[in-house]
Nanobody
């Protein structure tokens, strides 16, 4: 069973950047489609990005297109989310997830494994 641990969250000013990392153990990241989701207080869970198992396909949520980039490093068994031009609306707990499907989706139910989340706070 895959265990996922996110890191890299923190407090940043609007317009700044952060890079989130998701380290996997107990499984090989290259075998899974990987995704990032987020949840802000009082809001529904929000799909952020996904990358297919072979890196050929990526999808982004409309609110982050052009600002966020998902990538993976199979040698390090890790997935990353580069977040640029951050806005206060990006404030949320960000979760890494792994799907046994070859191509990820925007649906949480399609991901079998989840990390504990990392807090991102963007100040105005």
């Amino acid at each position: 069973q895959v265990q996922l641990v996110e890191s890299g969250g923190g407090l940043v000013q609007a317009g700044g950047s952060l890079r989130l990392s998701c380290a996997a153990s107990g499984g090989v990241v290259s075998s899974y489609a990987m995704g990032w989701f987020r949840q802000a207080p009082g809001k529904d869970d929000d799909f952020v990005a996904t990358i297919s198992d072979n890196n050929s396909v990526t999808y982004y949520g409309d609110s982050v297109k052009g600002r966020f980039t998902i990538s993976r490093d199979n040698a390090r068994n890790a997935v990353y989310l580069q977040m640029n031009s951050l806005k206060p609306d990006d404030t949320a707990v960000y979760y890494c997830a792994a799907s046994e499907r070859p191509v990820g989706t925007m649906r949480q139910r399609d991901y079998e494994y989840w990390g504990q989340g990392t807090q991102v706070t963007v100040s105005s």
